[in-house]
């Protein structure tokens, strides 16, 4: 299977909170992220957990990182339009000598009016 | 403005043609990379640079040619494509291969006819 996997779409109405989830597969995984990627634009690291926490909160932000069921999750609170756009949940495998960042295919995140 | 910038935004080639994409970064990073992101797949790493030096081929077919003159730029030539070679290609930059976080250019949508 793939090596890190979400959801491919997320509707939410405005004002409600998002919550988007991300499983991965290696546990010596160092840390976990969260991208953005807005319509025509590269991709913009939202947040980041380091792998021995269990959570991290950034303004509107929240990640949950559940490391014995490599399970993260973003939330978003107050959902607003601007937050429409592509979310990849990537983690940072460690493989030798190198470092390499796996990303999921991105769940899509629709604003319902 | 993530200090990576690509050009151009959007390319559209023939599968007889031979063209380039261009990325520059002005962050002082060491560390420069390709990705590929087509619909429907994860965002694949193609290639790797470490102060000038390609660390990584992620078993990228030789009709992809990657430059990478200094540490502030990196090419990747094009010949010969394939329909299903078109994508959107991203740049990105950390300050090692390590570092813990990776700053990304726009892309460039390239498409090939």
């Known amino acids: 299977g793939e090596d890190v996997e979400q959801s491919l779409f997320l509707s939410v109405r405005e004002g409600d909170s998002s919550v988007i989830n991300c499983t991965y597969t290696d546990s010596s995984s160092t840390y976990l992220y969260w991208y953005k990627q807005e319509p025509g634009a590269g991709l913009q690291l939202l947040t980041y957990?380091?792998?021995?926490?269990d959570m991290k909160q950034d303004q509107r932000l929240t990640v949950l990182l559940n490391k014995k069921d490599k399970h993260l999750s973003l939330r978003i609170a107050d959902t607003q339009t601007g937050d429409s756009a592509i979310y990849f949940c990537a983690e940072k495998k460690v493989r030798g000598r190198d470092d390499k960042i796996i990303f999921g295919k991105g769940t899509r995140l629709h604003i319902l009016p | 403005e993530t200090g990576v910038t690509q050009t151009p935004r959007h390319l559209v080639m023939g599968m007889t043609n031979k063209k380039s994409l261009k990325c520059e970064q002005h962050l002082g990073h060491n560390a420069m990379y390709w990705y590929k992101q087509s619909a429907k797949k994860p965002l694949e790493l193609m290639f790797v640079?470490?102060?000038?030096?390609?660390?990584e081929n992620n078993s990228v077919p030789s009709r992809f040619s990657p430059e990478c003159p200094n540490s502030s730029h990196l090419f990747l030539h094009l010949h010969t494509l394939q329909p299903e070679d078109s994508a959107l290609y991203l740049c990105?930059?950390?300050?090692?291969?390590?570092?813990?976080?990776?700053?990304f250019g726009q892309g460039t949508r390239l498409t090939v006819v």
């Open positions: 640079y470490n102060f000038k030096e390609q660390t």
């Open positions: 957990i380091f792998s021995n926490m």
């Open positions: 990105a930059s950390s300050q090692e291969p390590d570092s813990r976080e990776a700053f």
